[in-house]
């Protein structure tokens, strides 16, 4: 998000007021009982004024999780770009319910094309797999994963696991997902080093796509 | 599904014909085009007579997912209740879109306790849960898995990664679930086999959970 100055400085403050209040309230409450009438009352605006800042109830959600992207992303997997960096940003789910229902349900929703969402999740798909694909390639350069193994699928597998299971997280909260996630990643490093005796390159870790 | 005799005959038979032709429509259109109109009127009925025999658009859908696993399940999983059986039941979701999206969206909306599927899905889920943990123990059997591993835990990074998996797919249909999905398993098979050349056990399969 670029800061604007005069005019739009006061307009973009309230947006970062009312954006903060939304992930609060969406995290204590669910996507379902987080009404824009609480969120409006919170930071003293009506339900019109609301809307003012964010046209539609589709856009005040796209705009929470992106907030709640860039928030997670600077606290967790920024200072450690890695698949450990990747696990603090799901432990940390664990503590708001609510904003993992509304990925959950929000990106169901946008998985077809004309929803007003579904551009923001593709934009969304390619950034977390980017950064999933350099957390690999660390994890290469450090030797847990061999040198022959396509980051692109393993990224793919990885979010995967971590979408289904906030889903399972969600009907039953017993569920380990770091344990879980841990495992799939241990597996795939150990594939993939295997691979790099069974047919030795050289020793740079450069990938083979 | 039990049949029944006598006067209920009749209206099992046109239930049975409203789930074939609704998954018809649905595996054509999606569930967002999949009016209860034109399913209505290929049945010969009005939206009324629909109404009679599912509730409601919820009931209906769920009775849908019920009759795709079911369908599914005695077409590929049942006479090969391996992980190459689950990988045939993936490789036709590709088949059939329109089903794929129903069951992601209908799924994430359902996470929340009180929507109408929840107890559908927790059953589902704790089905295919019990199917996976079978194919697990079928592969530590014929020795592709080692004795040491969390069958529930595998069963849930499976379950997981393949609901994911499809998301991705609603988003990129170029995604190949299959070999993704093959990946996975492979890396926590090899896993599991060094953990057993690691920590050696009797010869028998017996998982240690």
Redesign the interface.
């Known amino acids: 998000m670029t800061s604007r100055r005069g005019p739009y400085a006061k307009g973009t403050a309230k947006r970062a007021e009312i954006l903060s209040v939304a992930l609060e309230v969406v995290a204590e409450k ?1 996507c ?1 009982n987080a009404s824009n009438r609480e969120i409006a009352e919170r930071v003293g605006l009506s339900q019109a004024g609301l809307m003012h800042y964010f046209g539609s109830r589709e856009e005040l959600y796209m705009a929470v999780l992106r907030a709640r992207d860039e928030r997670d992303s600077a606290a967790y997997w920024e200072p450690d770009p890695s698949f450990a960096g990747f696990l603090r940003v799901i432990e940390n789910n664990t503590r708001v319910p609510g904003l993992v ?1 509304l990925y ?2 929000f ?3 946008a ?2 094309g004309k929803h007003p969402a579904h551009e923001f ?2 934009e969304r ?1 390619e950034w977390v797999h980017q950064r999933s694909v350099e957390s690999v390639r660390a994890a290469q350069a450090s030797g847990e994963f061999g040198p022959h193994i ?1 980051a692109d ?2 990224a ?2 990885l ?7 906030q ?2 997280w ?2 039953d909260r017993s ?1 380990d997902m770091v ?2 996630l841990q ?2 990643w ?6 993939s080093r ?1 691979d790099a005796e069974i047919d030795p390159v050289t020793a740079e870790a450069t990938p083979t796509e």
């Open positions: 669910g379902h229902q959950v349900e990106s169901a929703e998985s077809l999740f593709r798909y396509d699928l393993v793919d597998v979010i995967a696991a971590a979408d289904g299971l889903q399972q969600l009907l569920i344990a879980r495992a799939m241990a597996g795939m490093a150990t594939l295997l």
